[in-house]
């Protein structure tokens, strides 16, 4: 039945309008699947399939993971809330780039040089993380090894590390933090290097079974919330 008895207003009519104005004025939840975006500080982002910009949530489910899939609760005025998993939980969120080796670079003198790259997909307004670690071995005591990032598409500098003072024979440890981002508001492509010089003597960066050498990098936040980090273009 269409229409009300004895009127001539269709009945769906008037639910819709209900409904509509319902929902204008914050009278109706909703439950939406969405994407985790960002997790950083205790501030959940996430992306409701269907829109472009991410939304603050308070997750009610604990923990969730960038890339995780959640169902959200969207209660005017009260806000938006993570209430369950659209999918299976998402595992832990692993790095965006990583290389590594069980066994050692070339001897490098003044020339910089790659010892290890690493392809990532940087996301649109997103900072990241970048490590490396392991030992260096020089040709003779005092020798600095000068450790940097370089963009592998033009070779640009991504940023410096300490250098680091060698004694000769010994193996010594190195490693260090940088942070470069991505303002733009699309994705990129690219690939973070790490190189490797020193101004008199040779170094080599060490790698050895069940102590790799290694670059890592990982997503850590929103760009505008890390200024000191290095923008890729």
Request: proline share 8%; glycine share 12%.
């Amino acid at each position: 039945m269409t229409n009300a008895p004895g009127g001539g207003l269709p009945v769906k009519a008037i639910a819709e309008a209900v409904l509509d104005r319902a929902r204008r004025t914050g009278l109706v939840w909703r439950l939406r699947p969405a994407t985790v975006t960002d997790t950083v500080n205790g501030t959940v982002r996430v992306r409701l399939d269907g829109d472009s910009q991410p939304i603050g949530v308070a997750s009610m489910i604990g923990p969730v993971a960038v890339a995780a899939r959640v169902m959200v609760l969207i209660t005017p005025p009260a806000g938006n809330h993570i209430v369950g998993w659209a999918g299976p939980p998402a595992p832990g969120g692993g790095p965006a780039g990583l290389a590594f080796s069980d066994s050692n670079s070339v001897p490098v003198a003044a020339t910089p040089t790659v010892v290890l790259s690493a392809p990532v997909v940087l996301r649109a307004r997103t900072a990241y993380r970048v490590e490396f670690g392991g030992g260096v071995l020089s040709s003779a005591a005092g020798v600095l090894a000068d450790f940097r990032l370089a963009d592998g598409r033009s070779g640009a500098s991504l940023g410096e590390f300490y250098r680091y003072r060698t004694e000769g024979g010994p193996v010594m440890h190195a490693d260090g933090v940088r942070y470069i981002r991505r303002t733009a508001d699309t994705a990129l492509a690219a690939t973070v290097q790490l190189t490797l010089a020193t101004a008199s003597g040779t170094v080599t960066h060490i790698g050895a079974p069940g102590r790799p050498r290694y670059l890592m990098i990982t997503a850590c936040g929103e760009a505008a919330a890390f200024p000191h980090a290095v923008d890729v273009r």
